[in-house]
């Protein structure tokens, strides 16, 4: 498996699936003064964000999108993620951060301070305190799961995609009152991808991508975009990377642990999990485990009383297709596409569905 199929698979296809990769690193880009900056080349700024290193600082992101997908609420995994209303970045610059997601009228909490992670619902009053075991802590990234490092992710998607894109600086910008040079990562000749590029502000004194814009083919705004309204690179107050929940909270501690039966499914899904094709048009397929798709709809459904049998959503919300590779249920968005098929294989990726077919075609 190519190292760069993986960084397409998982910051492009993922939102393909409804899943929220994305949701951290892209937003909308709007009518933004031209500050005058000096001249650099694609590579050398490409270089300089991989490695930056922009310490401590607290934002705000605001998310938009243009997806097109289904009208299902909750009922696609992550989707949510997609249609919050604002997040509020806090982070020390040497691991602990503090994620506070507003949504309608909730807001949900996660702080990370190295060897713990609070997750707390205030729309629920629950609140969830995961302990991450000594040897899990060491490692980079540990518990950050909830916890988006807009950095870690771009720097990804930069070391991966642009082995595949022409890279260009496309001008300058101004993001959250800051000077930015636009990046921007455009598939080679010859890739079949619903993507038309991607662009990335870069911090000009940092090189902190400060906005990520996902634009698709035959439209002239951002499929998906997240951007900082407002950042500022300064010392964070320890306490904040403290949490106490509110009085009469609801709280569940857990310490993760994986047993063999886990270690087995888990090499199992990665022996299942195979990557066709190479760049923009990487497809990645596989099996969903059997018990999913036949679960029993859950007692409590969506606001308007429907179950969440997975048959049922993929029913009503996608559409039927069929070819020599067998049949099954197609989703699209404006900036991938996946299949299910009906005895339990999967292909998704930023490409159109003839391409999901032909992966799906292959021994």
């Avoid at 050398?44 to 600082?57: I, N, R, Y």
Wanted: no cysteine.
């Amino acid at each position: 498996m190519k190292p760069k199929t993986k960084g397409i698979t998982a910051a492009v296809v993922g939102t393909a699936l409804g899943a929220g990769g994305l949701a951290f690193i892209a937003m909308p880009a709007s009518a933004d003064d031209k500050p005058a900056l000096p001249q650099v080349s694609a590579e050398d700024l490409v270089q300089s964000v991989m490695t930056a290193k922009p310490g401590a600082f607290d934002g705000t992101l605001k998310v938009s999108n243009n997806l097109g997908l289904p009208a299902v609420g909750s009922a696609i995994p992550g989707a949510s993620a997609l249609n919050i209303d604002s997040a509020h970045i806090f982070t020390d610059g040497a691991g602990k951060s503090r994620l506070a997601v507003t949504q309608g009228a909730g807001q949900e909490t996660v702080v990370h301070d190295g060897t713990t992670v609070w997750d707390y619902s205030s729309k629920t009053n629950t609140a969830t305190k995961v302990t991450i075991p000594a040897d899990v802590a060491k490692q980079k990234g540990a518990g950050s799961e909830k916890t988006p490092d807009p950095v870690a992710t771009t720097t990804e998607l930069l070391a991966k995609v642009r082995e595949s894109s022409t890279v260009s600086v496309d001008g300058t910008a101004t993001v959250a009152d800051r000077p930015a040079y636009e990046l921007v990562l455009t598939p080679k000749p010859g890739e079949r991808t619903l993507l038309r590029e991607i662009r990335v502000a870069v911090d000009s004194q940092t090189r902190m991508p400060l906005r990520v814009s996902v634009l698709s083919n035959g439209t002239s705004t951002p499929a998906l975009e997240v951007a900082f309204t407002d950042v500022q690179f300064t010392q964070q107050p320890a306490d904040l990377f403290a949490f106490t929940p509110p009085k009469g909270a609801k709280v569940e501690e857990k310490t993760p642990t994986v047993d063999q039966k886990d270690k087995a499914l888990a090499e199992q899904a990665k022996q299942d999990v195979k990557v066709v094709g190479d760049g923009w048009d990487t497809v990645i397929t596989g099996k969903v485990p059997a018990d999913a798709l036949n679960a029993a709809p859950k007692q409590q459904g969506d606001r308007q009383g429907r179950g969440t049998d997975p048959q049922a959503l993929l029913d009503r919300f996608t559409k039927k297709v069929s070819g020599t590779w067998g049949s099954g249920h197609l989703i699209t968005t404006k900036v991938g596409s996946a299949i299910l098929t009906d005895d339990g294989r999967f292909a998704a990726g930023a490409v159109p569905e003839q391409v999901l077919f032909e992966a799906l075609g292959q021994k």
